[in-house]
């Protein structure tokens, strides 16, 4: 089975053949620029002392600063922050946000860890970054196992290790911040916020009434909470939803909101909640439902899952949820995909007005960020669609080739020094 870079690579090369990519920047863009490992101890409550092991790699900075999101969970490793990061530039690209991709993440499960622990952790390890990130060269963001408070966090122990005279201008060194910090109205709900707006775009195209629609979601965090929330607000029903703790399905519908207030009280996780039944992994994959959405972790749809798909769309929340396998079968099914590059591309879009919003000292309102979004995530989605009938292929592809032409039009013009 490919790894998660081996599936980035191959989606990356499909794309740049049909695009007839220069060779040289193909050959740029199939590593990361940077590959940074940091090894780091952390004092735990207990007295002890523990070594973590963090990473950021930088992938490519000719469109901008490199952006992308700092992950916290136990199975992060280098090949999947790499992957990740690759996703960030297409990403970036595609919307025409002027930044290049970056991921990072600490390979620990923040779930075992208290308040005080997670907080020495990640100061810790933005310290040991140090001149590696910065406002202007790199600016992370949250992803899984992360949020606000991670990110004030990294902000202000960013800023304390500035000049005086220079710390405020720092604010912007990280985004999905907390709105008292520096953050930007509307950052918390955008990925899901984004992934609506592009569904909704979809559903406009193809005279899919929404309100008849039904859908199901993997993973119930930032992501896929506010996705439901905000679908299940335009009168579409929830049917399943699983997480880590286990799944739960309701042929009737589930109510989004009433799911996230008991999700709260149960540790952030939907097993045990009584107004629907018990699901396993392979029914959950198996429900009926127009459309499906990832928003947990990697090559989630694959040759065991795929097949038991029913669904018109996967619209996907998560980084690289589908593998090789997992899109032939379901395009061979007729199914179609809103792209993580796309589907998700909500996030790093309100993460630009943040760090637009630092730089001006302007605080939005949540209407105008909205209003924004919205503009851009449909201009990427007809782009999508004109470079997919255009070339006569799939989304994904279209919205790689997308993304790689601007990128390419760069280097043609800069040339590749020395
Ligand atoms: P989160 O930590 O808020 O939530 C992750 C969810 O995934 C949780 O509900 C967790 O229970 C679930 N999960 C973990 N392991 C699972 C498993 N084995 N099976 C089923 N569910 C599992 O993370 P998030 O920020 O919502 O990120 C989710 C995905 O969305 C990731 O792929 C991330 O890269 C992507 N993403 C996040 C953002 C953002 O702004 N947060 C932006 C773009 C993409």
Redesign the pocket.
């Known amino acids: 089975m490919p790894s998660v870079f081996e599936v980035a690579q191959a989606q990356l090369n499909k794309a740049a053949d049909l695009a007839k990519l220069d060779d040289k920047v193909k050959v740029i863009l199939s590593q990361p620029k940077n590959e940074i490992i940091v090894n780091f101890p952390v004092l735990m409550d207990d007295g002890s002392y523990q070594l973590f092991k963090g990473y950021r790699i930088q992938h490519n900075n000719i469109m901008g600063p490199f952006k992308g999101?700092i992950?916290?969970?136990p199975e992060v490793h280098l090949d999947e922050v790499k992957a990740?990061a690759a996703w960030m530039t297409w990403?970036c690209s595609l919307l025409e946000i002027p930044y290049g991709g970056a991921?990072g993440g600490i390979k620990f499960d923040p779930t075992q860890y208290s308040s005080r622990e997670l907080e020495r952790i990640t100061r810790r390890f933005t310290h040991a970054l140090g001149a590696n990130i910065g406002p202007d060269y790199d600016i992370p963001?949250?992803?899984?196992?992360?949020?606000s408070q991670t990110m004030v966090w990294m902000m202000d122990t960013y800023m304390n290790s500035s000049p005086q005279e220079r710390k405020n201008s720092m604010r912007g060194v990280v985004t999905?911040k907390s709105v008292t910090s520096g953050g930007s109205l509307g950052?918390d709900k955008?990925?899901?916020q984004g992934l609506v707006f592009a569904v909704a775009a979809w559903a406009e195209e193809h005279q899919v009434d929404l309100s008849k629609c039904s859908f199901s979601v993997?993973?119930?965090?930032?992501?896929?909470?506010?996705s439901a929330r905000l679908l299940q607000a335009r009168g579409a029903k929830l049917k399943a939803v699983?997480?880590?703790?286990g799944?739960v399905y309701n042929a009737n519908g589930i109510d989004a909101l009433d799911l996230i207030a008991y999700?709260k009280q149960n540790k952030?996780?939907?097993a045990g909640y009584s107004k629907a039944e018990p699901i396993n992994?392979l029914d959950f994959f198996a429900t009926e439902v127009d459309i499906f959405i990832?928003?947990?972790?990697?090559m989630?749809i694959t040759a065991e899952t795929a097949p038991l798909m029913k669904c018109r769309l996967v619209a996907e929340?998560?980084?690289?949820?589908t593998d090789l396998d997992g899109e032939r079968i379901l395009l061979e099914k007729g199914v179609q995909f809103l792209p993580?590059i796309l589907a998700?591309?909500?996030?790093?879009t309100?993460?630009y007005f943040e760090w637009l919003q630092n730089r001006l000292s302007e605080s939005w309102s949540e209407d105008v960020v909205d209003a924004k979004l919205l503009k851009m995530m449909n201009k990427a989605y007809h782009t999508m669609r004109s470079i997919a009938k255009e070339y006569k292929t799939d989304h994904r592809t279209a919205a790689y080739i997308h993304s790689l032409s601007r990128i390419q039009t760069v280097y043609r013009e800069r040339g590749i020094f020395p």
Request: net charge positive.
């Open positions: 999101g992950r916290f969970h990740l990403k991921k963001a949250p992803d899984m196992g992360t949020n999905g950052r955008a990925t899901g993997q993973g119930f965090g930032n992501v896929g909470s506010h699983i997480d880590h703790t799944g999700a952030g996780g939907v992994k990832p928003a947990a972790l990697e989630q929340g998560a980084n690289g949820p993580d998700n591309a909500g996030g790093v309100v993460s």
